[in-house]
């Protein structure tokens, strides 16, 4: 196996990657690993001599120093993975790449990239011959190394040749690789980025259920731990299920304390989720559990307004449950109903972004490939796949006969936990909103309808009737007599 540069001008590389970060060497080492030869690039050549250094003897890698020793280490047609910073860092590589490559030649851009980006992108590479692929790739560090979950998009000529090397390097589950041509142009980040903002919205719910326990029934954090691990068995199952249990009962080396409770309890974000809600606003798709999930880490990172407001009241209306186990049991309920409106809420919108761009994204392949790899990777996925198999217009989740019967048969609880959650003062922004999302959408009839009225009034924006067809305004300001448009 070769692991410096090669000398051979026959000994080609299969795919080549730039930008040698942790995502970037787990992923070149990823495809070494399934034995493709590798090329590697980095800006500066200490992080690909380091990599070579450490792992060199996995596999089959060729140490390039430039972009033009880079390219010509890679068999026609070439295929170089980005894996660099989102943003001007990415457009600076294409450019350069570009420059380098010839007519046929693949670009794959692996990072986290907005999908207008991506769009333009693709655009100006087909423009000079070039494939261009955004491809949507999620499982964190561990997961680029052994088997992430891969959404690419871009041309699907290019998959043709691109697609049998990232079946092979992603997660694979019952046999079928976690990896799959999503559409054209910038429909894999799209779905990437949808993917993150259910992870937002799974994490929030997840946080949610954890501070119910904590602090309506004030279980120590290890039981509360316990009571994730024993989640995991059931329906819940999920990678970020079976952490929360193992974050939970992580004690702080340095003072004894649950690791949770030295933590600060401030949410970071990188952006997806705000992409994502963005996203949903211009579509005009409620994405109400994500947005709530963005809202709530916003929130937490309002440290100023929130030291202020903490002598606010919370009132004295509520008393914590009697029988704790049947409280745990209702929270279990409600955290799947919630997931279940968040997870019907983020395929909407790619069936929403997937009609807007033209884009005929198959929402049960994508259900698919998030069954292993991904962060958001979970048991109820094979559900959600079989959901579109049996009807692939499915207009919501929650019309699937299972996942129907699945949320009725827990809505009392749901509406249980809502409830003790206001009247004792504990936020529960995603269960709560996902819950007002249910009763919205099963609703005959909706406030819209005032809203309507009051529209006409201020405004002669006009409203429909319910007994016929047409256009319809109030002389608010006159007699107050109907006038058809
Ligand atoms: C993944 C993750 C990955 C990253 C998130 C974190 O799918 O592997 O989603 O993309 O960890 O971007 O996002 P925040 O920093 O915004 O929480």
């Known amino acids: 196996m070769t692991n410096t540069a090669s000398t051979s001008p026959t000994a080609k590389a299969q795919i080549g990657v730039t930008g040698l970060a942790v995502m970037g060497s787990n992923i070149a080492r990823n495809f070494a690993h399934k034995g493709y030869t590798v090329a590697l690039h980095n800006r500066s050549i200490a992080k690909t001599d380091a990599l070579l250094a450490e792992h060199g003897s996995e596999g089959s ?8 020793e880079f390219v010509d280490a890679l068999e026609k047609p ?10 001007d860092p990415t457009d600076a590589v294409i450019n350069e790449l570009a420059d380098a490559m010839e007519p046929g030649d693949i670009i794959i851009d692996g990072g986290n990239s907005l999908y207008t980006d991506t769009i333009r992108r693709e655009k100006a590479m087909a423009d000079r011959g070039l494939h261009f692929v955004g491809a949507g790739i999620s499982g964190g560090e561990e997961g680029a190394l052994n088997g992430p979950s891969i959404m690419p998009g871009g041309p699907a000529e290019s998959y043709k040749s691109l697609g049998p090397l990232l ?5 694979h589950v019952d046999g079928e690789p976690c990896c799959t041509h999503i559409g054209p142009d910038g429909s894999g980040h799209f779905v990437k980025m949808v993917h993150n903002g259910i992870e937002y919205a799974d994490m929030q719910l997840i946080g949610e259920a954890y501070d119910l326990m904590r602090r309506v029934l004030d279980l120590p954090v290890a039981d509360i731990a316990d009571v994730f691990a024993q989640w995991n068995t059931g329906d819940l199952e999920s990678y970020l299920i079976e952490i929360t249990a193992q974050v939970l009962a992580q004690t702080d080396a340095d003072t004894g304390k649950p690791l949770v409770d030295v933590i600060v309890d401030e949410a970071g974000q990188k952006g997806t989720g705000r992409w994502t809600v963005k996203s949903a606003l211009d579509l005009g798709i409620p994405t109400t559990g994500i947005a709530e999930a963005v809202f709530a880490r916003a929130l937490s990172s309002s440290s100023g307004q929130r030291k202020q407001a903490q002598g606010l009241a919370g009132g004295t209306a509520g008393t914590a449950p009697a029988d704790k186990d049947a409280f745990v049991d209702d929270i279990r309920a409600a955290l799947y109903a919630s997931k279940v409106v968040a997870y019907a809420q983020g395929f909407d919108q790619i069936s929403a972004g997937s009609k807007e761009y033209d884009w005929n994204v198959d929402r049960g392949s994508l259900a698919t490939i998030w069954r292993g790899g991904c962060i958001i990777r979970a048991k109820f996925l094979n559900r959600i796949r079989d959901a579109y198999a049996d009807n692939p217009d499915l207009p ?3 019309l699937d006969p299972y996942f129907r019967d699945a949320v009725e048969s827990g809505v009392d609880a749901w509406r249980r936990v809502v409830s003790t959650a206001a009247l004792m003062g504990v936020p529960v922004p995603a269960f709560a909103s996902s819950l007002s999302y249910y009763d919205g959408l099963r609703s005959e009839r ?3 309808a005032l809203t309507q009225g009051l529209r006409d009034y201020f405004g002669a924006h006009t409203y429909q009737r319910i007994d016929k067809p047409g256009t319809f305004h109030t002389l608010w300001g006159g007699d107050r007599t109907e006038v058809e448009q």
């Open 78 to 87: 070439r295929r170089v993975l980005i894996m660099v910073k989102a943003g």
């Open 167 to 171: 079946e092979s390097i992603s997660a």
């Open 61 to 68: 890698f060729i140490r390039s120093e430039t972009i033009a």
């Open 396 to 398: 919501s989740l929650l």
């Open 446 to 448: 909706l406030p819209a």
